[in-house]
């Protein structure tokens, strides 16, 4: 069965390097998948997997989710009632959360209990930028375990689950 995943566009995410990476992936293992960007909630109901990007600050993205009609009520819809696969990349992830403390507290999707929080006083800079080596610790949920280990991180903030 051909796999529809769509890229959901709010005016906040980074959309085309998403659509890039799952194009390349789709292409790469040969998969029988396409994926699209979409605005509109009505697009979630023929989709078998979305995509929350996410770029900037809490605040902007979750208002950017808000101002389109329906869009929560079909996310909810989609993930937690019908339980169909979500992802969603850097702030798009942090949205799950119960708030955020990121310029203020703002309330989230509340679906993963826990909070946004800065990431504290260290030695990196911040925010912290860079070149950082990843270890899966459970991979039996994986069908394409991560041919790489080395990803790009730009962050300050933290997904402080309970």
């Known amino acids: 069965m051909k ?31 396409e994926v699209k960007i979409s605005r509109k909630p009505e697009s979630i109901k023929n989709s078998s997997h979305i995509v929350l990007p996410g770029q900037g600050a809490f605040e902007t993205c979750i208002k950017g989710l808000k101002k389109i009609p329906g869009m929560l009520e079909e996310l909810n819809n989609f993930a937690i009632e019908d339980k169909k696969p979500f992802f969603g990349i850097c702030v798009g992830m942090q949205l799950l959360a119960d708030n955020s403390e990121e310029n203020g507290n703002h309330e989230g999707l509340g679906w993963i209990g826990g909070t946004i929080k800065k990431l504290p006083p260290s030695q990196l800079k911040l925010p912290h930028m860079g070149w950082n080596s990843i270890t899966v610790l459970k991979n039996k949920n994986y069908k394409l375990a991560p041919k790489e280990t080395d990803y790009y991180f730009v962050h300050s903030y933290y997904f402080n689950c309970k």
């Open 3 to 33: 796999k529809n995943i769509t890229i959901l566009d709010y005016g906040s995410g980074n959309i085309l390097s998403a659509m890039q990476s799952f194009a390349k992936v789709i292409k790469t293992y040969n998969l029988n998948a």
